[in-house]
């Protein structure tokens, strides 16, 4: 099959070896003391190892390699005797059933609480999430709320890291979440299909500093290439402290 996978240029190769740690599928390894990719199968296309490269000795390409796959005793890998079904997610549970959430959660029908406390409190903070599913895997690639939305494609760790995330990111868009290291398979197929399906207004782009982050930024690049469209977009990096470090 055709995919994405990293090429490593060895001439550029320091052999500093700070790519092996960042790639966590175990597809790198020191070979003669410079960088090599040791397995086709086990190098996820995404890219980790990008930005911890000091030199620039690695860039992704696409070409004829293996299916990815899982090392076998890998944390993520898995079982054997459980069938790999990613695609069924979203089928037969009643959770991911596609709605919009304008308005019903209006604090008219919130109830009230059974016990006041003896302090006075803060005003409750209205969530700004617009549409169930929020997670990118389980979005329908035609939902209706994708027509002329504004997109928010944000790391799952995102909104715990930053108080006012809602507030401050989230507000007239449609947010969908993900993280490259944990979710199956790569995103770049899924939202190249409703980048180019739909009439989106804009893409805005909220990762984590963490180098595994830099997945998530590279899928929407290369999907907003494959969909053909000149669609305005904005990459946003926060710090494990939730503070802004790049917009």
């Known amino acids: 099959m055709i995919r994405d996978i990293i090429m490593i240029d060895e001439d550029k190769c320091n052999g500093c070896g700070v790519c092996v740690s960042a790639c966590h599928e175990g597809a790198l ?5 410079k960088a090599r990719l040791i397995s086709d199968s086990y190098c996820d296309g995404l890219g980790a190892c990008l930005p911890e490269c000091p030199t620039g000795a690695i860039s992704i390409i696409k070409r004829e390699t293996d299916e990815f796959s899982l090392p076998d005793g890998h944390p993520a890998a898995p079982s054997n005797t459980v069938s790999k079904q990613p695609e069924l997610l979203a089928c037969g549970c009643p959770g991911t059933q596609s709605r919009s959430l304008k308005g019903s959660f209006s604090a008219a029908r919130r109830p009230a609480p059974s016990v006041r406390p003896a302090a006075p409190i803060a005003s409750e903070t209205m969530s700004e999430l617009a549409q169930w599913p929020c997670q990118l895997k389980l979005v329908p690639v035609n939902a209706p709320y994708l027509d002329n939305a504004r997109l928010l494609i944000a790391a799952d760790c995102a909104a715990y890291s930053r108080a006012s995330f809602h507030q401050d990111f989230m507000q007239g868009k449609v947010t969908m979440i993900g993280c490259p290291k944990l979710d199956s398979g790569s995103y770049i197929d899924k939202l190249t299909e409703i980048f180019r399906s739909n009439p989106i207004r804009s893409v805005q782009v909220v990762r984590m500093e963490v180098p595994c ?16 469209k000149m669609i305005p977009w904005q990459v946003v990096t926060l710090g494990t402290d939730g503070q802004i470090l790049a917009d």
Not at 29 to 33: K, L
């Open 213 to 228: 982050c830099g997945g998530l930024e590279m899928a929407v690049r290369q999907a907003l290439m494959a969909s053909g």
């Open 29 to 33: 390894a020191m070979v003669d003391g």
